[in-house]
T-cell receptor
Framework: QQPVQSPQAVILREGEDAVINCSSS?????VHWYRQKHGEAPVFLMI?????EQKGHEKISASFNEKKQQSSLYLTASQLSYSGTYFC???????????FGTGTRLKVLA | NAGVTQTPKFQVLKTGQSMTLQCAQD?????MYWYRQDPGMGLRLIYY???????DKGEVPNGYNVSRLNKREFSLRLESAAPSQTSVYFC??????????????????FGPGTRLTVL
């Protein structure tokens, strides 16, 4: 039931774009995205709900394809501060519990 | 606002010892959660409390017990610690419980974590 994230790791230059994918085998009620820097707690980025549209947060946005049970996180014009590990958290419909993916390590180079 | 606070920040136990991890939030959130994060891994839900007076098992509840003491506080107890419980433990809180989130709402705010080593 754990969602699968891809890619596992990505290296970017400042200003480049990246897409991180999160895929579940189960019907989802919601998908949440978090960023975690080394040694720190995860920080919430955004939530997408079943029936919801693409959302945006500064230069970071996300989409949720309910039919495919997939969500994608889009980082545009990346900045050094975007470096960290990105996790998707999923709530399978009817379970009332959150299950997190294994994360995508993103490093932005100057 | 302090947000979500956890104590202690670090702890070393011997196998078989017991301890309680404390968590408190000052955001008047209804729901609270305990997660563990092993090196290079994602977060795994241990227990959660959708509202004061209720608790439910998460993905990995074996070896743990919880108490929702009041709306602010949610503690996690290890009755007989094992090396497999070596991990970083995060407490989190949210206004809405799973299944109740609405468009535009934030979900979980995390505490700074407790690094637990069981020898």
């Amino acid at each position: 039931q754990q969602p699968v994230q891809s890619p596992q790791a990505v290296i970017l230059r400042e200003g480049e774009d990246a897409v991180i994918n999160c895929s579940s085998s189960k019907a989802l009620y919601s998908v949440h995205w978090y960023r975690q820097k080394h040694g720190e707690a995860p920080v919430f980025l955004m939530i997408l709900l079943k029936g919801g549209e693409q959302k945006g947060h500064e230069k970071i946005s996300a989409s949720f394809n309910e039919k495919k049970q997939q969500s994608s996180l889009y980082l545009t014009a990346s900045q050094l501060s975007y470096s960290g590990t990105y996790f998707c958290g999923t709530e399978i419909s009817g379970t009332y519990k959150y299950i997190f993916g294994t994360g995508t390590r993103l490093k932005v180079l100057a | 606002n302090a947000g979500v606070t956890q104590t202690p920040k670090f702890q070393v136990l011997k196998t078989g010892q017991s301890m309680t991890l404390q968590c408190a939030q000052d955001m008047n959130h209804n729901s609270m959660y305990w997660y563990r994060q092993d090196p290079g891994m994602g977060l795994r839900l241990i227990y959660y409390s959708a509202s004061e007076g209720t608790t439910d098992k998460g993905e990995v509840p074996n070896g743990y017990n919880v108490s929702r003491l009041n709306k602010r506080e949610f503690s996690l107890r290890l009755e007989s610690a094992a090396p497999s419980q070596t991990s970083v433990y995060f407490c989190a809180s949210s206004e809405f419980a799973p299944g109740q989130a609405e468009v535009g709402t934030d979900t979980q705010y995390f505490g700074p974590g407790t690094r637990l080593t069981v020898l």
